[in-house]
């Protein structure tokens, strides 16, 4: 479908590609890169039925084996698990361990015997995964970066994936659409152009892709000063997603009773891309980061607020 | 007004809420989405024989005599359960209209066999226009001796593709007004000259194109007067909305309960996520705006049902409850996160029907506007 590369995320090399360069050994320079390179596709493994937000406290379980691992446990939302060779995994390697130390970056090959993926699909009609792992063994060497550096690893990856979500063409080119089609379009006889409520709406949401491409140009501005974007970063990010909802439910008003048809319909207008944003944005406020808990870090290491107490100091079974 | 059901309207609605629940669950919803013709015949005949087809038709129609406060309930629990199928457009639209309008021939004809689930009716109003107003109705019909002749397209007709009538207003006179020289026929779907194309919509409800083409229909089959539809058509429709409203809080209370079970059973950081206070603020925000759905609209419906004027009062309820429940849906799926997120869940069918009752018969920018001018300006 039309969003999910760019949306979902996962079904690339670029993530990993550069954690690589900067985590892993030169072995695994020489034999990562070349197929990444080469297009090797990662499905991305971090989420399980019990670790969302709270990515923490994923359980799948790697545990050693003379060389190599053995997989055993669930993961849950690898979106392109199906068609991807690799799994980009987050599994835990040391149990004993506080639960942000004991989790390493693992290589699993999808294709290994015992690893099973089963379909989901999304309201928006996209496919994800579960992927399930019974006792599959995975080499050692395909572990970056020392083991129990998983957390932080997986925090650098997931703020480039952030950033990156603010530069998601869509809100740019929907608003763009919707204003073609208020110039186009008559309703009781005046073009909607003309109508005040919705030129008024229409410039509102110009000015608010306005202001995300500029959250976006100073998010690359402080990645190239090598400045700390861990509050900056999820600016693009809660923007972006929130404003997509505003586009598409707001765009579904002013497209009026046409806007509730479907990608294939007759009478369907702009593609039907604004009812396929109506379903496919709502992933964006919880998916990549929780806008909620996103906004928390905003605040506290943006303009260094205490932290929620509770959650500086973990209630600990 | 009551801010409460009496004790009738409580065991009817609790009768349909453990009655949906067992003949219209979420899986039978989703697969009617998918069908074509999007109503389960069984469920039909046994909402039927529960009285509930004719509930607000009377006694002599084959009806159960209820009023608005009655159907109101009734249509809650609807919502709650995501039924689908023609009943706003059978059993209101069309029901509602002829029982106001219709020759007494044609209500003890017609009503009897709506409230005993055998007839199925829609009204085509809408066209290509997309609007509510008069000026939009273009679809013409011309007198030919003892018949009409309708010619044109009406768009975003509910459930043509199931009906055995359609009520179609049509315009048999150029007037000052555009108000003026509407008319509504009685138009059996199978005349020659009718073309049903089923569109693919966001909450699966079955909208359809239909084609008028020289369709041929008695004088016999006007219901109301000649050139004269318009008024008692908003009036229908007034009626209508504050049922569609119903639907809708229903819907939309049953979208924050899910929310409000959800935040107390997922475990995020050792807690129940419904532990963290950005969640508290979601959650109340949501009962406050559902709560302003239900005494909108049973204000309205009070009014409605003691004869007084509520123009007002259905504005304001249809403004707030189509907007509210769209909002609360979406907190719905933030709150679900993931899991909300898949066609295993529940949520995504109220945040579909909440956009669409939010849409039809007019949005909340519509409404406003329709407040507004009520308020003199
Ligand atoms: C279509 C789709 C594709 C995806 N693709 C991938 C993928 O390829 N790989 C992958 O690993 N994952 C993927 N995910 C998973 C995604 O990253 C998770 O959905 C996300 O991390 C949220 O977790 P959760 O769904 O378990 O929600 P939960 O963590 O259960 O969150 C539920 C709600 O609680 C709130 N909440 C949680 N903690 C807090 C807190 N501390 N303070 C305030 N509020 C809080 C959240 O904001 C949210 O509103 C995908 C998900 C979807 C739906």
């Known amino acids: 479908m039309l969003w999910a590369p760019g949306l979902l995320g996962g079904l690339t090399g670029g993530v990993q590609g550069p954690i690589i360069m900067q985590h892993g050994t030169p072995e695994q320079k020489k034999e990562w890169l070349p197929k990444i390179a080469a297009g090797a596709q990662f499905a991305l493994g971090y989420t399980e039925p019990n670790a969302g937000t709270d990515l923490a406290s994923l359980q799948i379980r790697a545990a050693k084996d003379g060389n190599d691992y053995i997989l055993n446990g669930q993961k849950m939302f690898s979106t392109g698990a199906h068609n991807a060779r690799y799994h980009w995994l987050a599994a835990r390697t040391n149990p004993e361990m506080p639960k942000h130390k004991g989790v390493s970056m693992i290589i699993a090959d999808l294709t290994a015997p015992g690893v099973t993926v089963t379909k989901l699909t999304t309201i928006a009609g996209d496919r994800t995964n579960e992927v399930f792992y019974d006792n599959v063994r995975v080499p050692q060497t395909n572990r970056i970066g020392p083991e129990g550096e998983g957390w932080n690893i997986t925090r650098s990856a997931l703020a480039a994936e952030r950033g990156d979500l603010g530069t998601f063409p869509w809100p740019k080119i929907l608003v763009d659409e919707l204003i073609q089609y208020a110039k186009e379009t008559k309703r009781n006889g005046k073009p909607l152009s003309e109508d005040p409520q919705i030129r008024q709406t229409l410039a509102q949401l110009s000015m608010d892709v306005s202001v995300l491409r500029l959250f976006g140009r100073r998010l690359n501005y402080m990645i190239e000063k090598n400045q700390d974007i861990s509050w900056s970063a999820p600016f693009s990010k809660i923007f972006e997603s929130e404003l997509s909802q505003r586009i598409a439910n707001q765009g579904m008003n002013i497209m009026g009773l046409y806007g509730q048809l479907e990608q294939g319909s007759k009478y369907a207008k702009l593609k039907g891309h604004i009812e396929l944003a109506y379903l496919t944005m709502v992933v964006r406020s919880f998916g990549g980061g929780s806008n909620l808990r996103l906004r928390s870090d905003i605040a506290t290491r943006g303009m260094g607020l205490p932290r929620e107490p509770q959650l500086a100091m973990p209630v600990k079974k | ?377």
């Not at chain 2, 909305?241 to 939309?252: F, L, S």
């Open chain 2, 1 to 377: 007004m009551d801010f409460d059901y009496n004790d009738e309207q409580k065991m009817l609605k609790q009768g349909a809420r453990e009655f949906f629940e067992k003949e219209c669950p979420k899986s039978l919803v989703k697969q009617m989405m998918e069908d074509e013709k999007g109503n389960p015949p069984e469920l039909w005949k046994k909402m039927s024989q529960l009285g509930w087809l004719g509930l607000i038709y009377p006694e002599k129609y084959g009806g159960g005599d209820g009023n608005m406060i009655d159907l109101i309930a009734l249509e809650e629990e609807m919502g709650r359960a995501c039924l689908p199928g023609p009943f706003l457009s059978t059993v209101l639209l069309s029901g509602l209209f002829i029982l106001h309008n219709g020759s007494e021939e044609q209500k003890k004809e017609i009503l009897p066999k709506i409230a005993g689930g055998q007839l199925i009716l829609t009204l085509a109003l809408t066209e290509q226009s997309d609007s509510y107003e008069a000026s939009a109705v273009s679809v013409e019909a011309k007198a030919e001796k003892d018949d009409y002749i309708i010619d044109g397209t009406k768009l975003f007709v509910p459930d043509a593709q199931i009906a055995d009538y359609i009520i179609c207003i049509a315009r048999t006179k150029k007037g000052d007004k555009p108000e003026d020289g509407l008319t509504a026929f009685l138009v059996d779907r199978k005349t020659p000259g009718i073309t049903i194309t089923l569109l693919k919509t966001l909450a699966g409800d079955k909208l359809c194109e239909v084609v008028f083409n020289k369709v041929k229909v008695s004088k016999k089959n006007i219901i109301g007067k000649l050139d004269q539809a318009w008024g008692p058509l908003q009036q229908t429709l007034q009626q209508v909305k504050i049922a569609q409203c119903a639907e809708m809080v229903g819907g939309a209370q049953r979208a924050l309960e899910l929310a409000a079970d959800h935040a107390k059973k997922r475990i995020q950081f050792d807690r129940p996520i419904g532990s963290f206070p950005v969640i508290h603020h979601l959650i109340a925000n949501a009962m406050m705006d559902v709560d302003a759905c239900k005494f909108l609209t049973y204000e309205a419906a009070w009014k409605f049902s003691e004869g007084m004027p509520c123009a007002k009062e259905i504005a304001m309820a249809k403004a707030w409850t189509g907007e509210a429940y769209q909002r609360t849906a979406a907190m719905g799926h933030q709150v679900l996160g993931g899991i909300g997120y898949t066609l295993d869940g529940e949520m995504h069918l109220y945040f579909r029907r909440a956009k669409s009752g939010e849409l039809t018969l007019g949005d909340g920018k519509f409404h406003r506007e329709a407040l507004a001018k009520e308020l003199g300006m």
